[in-house]
């Protein structure tokens, strides 16, 4: 029998990076560093990450990402301001 309970009293460890754009492996950590860095569209998240560059579909939560701003992570390039 599975012990479900001593699952609920475990410290929460700290949550795991969430993929935003599938296609391109792009993560919300690596969005909300790109921000910090100061991305301020999708335009250039996707010069940046690659986000949005192939169904689109991610397109949204990483407009809403970005909105949010700051956050922890490593971007894969710099974005220039």
Avoid: F, H, W
């Amino acid at each position: 029998m599975i012990d479900n309970q001593s699952r609920l009293n475990r410290p929460s460890s700290p949550a795991a990076p969430m993929y935003v754009c599938v296609c391109n492996a792009v993560t919300d950590r690596e969005i909300r560093q790109c921000a910090e860095l100061g991305a301020q569209t999708v335009d250039e998240l996707r010069d940046s990450l690659g986000v949005a560059s192939c169904c689109g579909k991610c397109e949204g939560v990483a407009r809403e990402i970005l909105a949010g701003g700051a956050g922890c992570g490593a971007a894969r390039t710099a974005v220039s301001a």
